[in-house]
């Protein structure tokens, strides 16, 4: 990781067009690089993440100041319940590039049950409504406490960020064996971590 990657990832992402976050009981939107309903017919839990390495972070330019990747934390979420649960898909969505999230996956400890989406030209993000984020929304007082406190707890710091935009929003959803939105978890701020147990309760899975 260079300084000059760490700096980039502050540079705001081309505009792209971003439709509507899909509403429960609508299709999910339709890509090769993410197919549903799954070929084994297996309800779907989807975590958009902010980016690989997502350091939730002022970073050394901005005063030295550090936070917890909310990306490793989220990411970790959905890996506990991959384990519990096989009858369920749990896919993640990078925007990072393919080596970037390689190494980041790598770097968290694998991937395990997860199965890992590249999307660097975050034309998924942009299907499921995940557009570019306010400046409020990522660097907001209350936000950046709540993960430096989170980071103290449980010892998730940050990592480099070798590809992506801070100001690209997250989110999850839950996708039924039809192909049915059932859960939608848009990030109302850069702190956010999903919920997946309201997740897989949408699904009709006991948690």
Not at 29 to 49: C, D, M, R
Not at 111 to 123: F, G, S, T
């Amino acid at each position: 990781m260079t300084f000059q990657q760490e700096l980039n990832s502050w540079w705001f992402p081309k505009a792209l067009t971003t439709f509507p976050v899909p509403e429960v009981g609508e299709k999910a939107p339709v890509s090769s690089k993410l197919p549903l309903p799954n070929q084994n017919g297996k309800p779907t839990v989807i975590a958009f993440l902010r980016h690989c390495g997502c350091p939730y972070i002022l970073s050394p330019l901005f005063f030295l100041l550090t936070f917890v990747p909310v990306a490793e934390k989220t990411f970790q979420e959905l890996r506990k319940l991959a384990g519990k649960h096989p009858e369920i898909n749990f896919v993640a969505v990078s925007h990072s590039d393919e080596e970037a999230t390689e190494k980041w996956v790598i770097s968290v400890g694998g991937e395990w049950d997860v199965h890992v989406v590249v999307d660097a030209e975050r034309e998924l993000y942009a299907q499921w409504g995940l557009g570019v984020a306010s400046t409020w929304h990522v660097l907001n007082p209350w936000s950046m406490y709540s993960v430096y406190q989170l980071g103290k707890k449980e010892n998730i710091w940050n990592l480099p960020t070798e590809s992506g935009s801070r100001w690209q929003t997250s989110g999850s959803f839950a996708v039924d064996g039809d192909g049915a939105v059932r859960w939608t978890g848009v990030a109302k701020a850069a702190d956010s971590i999903p919920d997946f147990r309201d997740a897989l309760k949408a699904l009709g899975i006991e948690v």
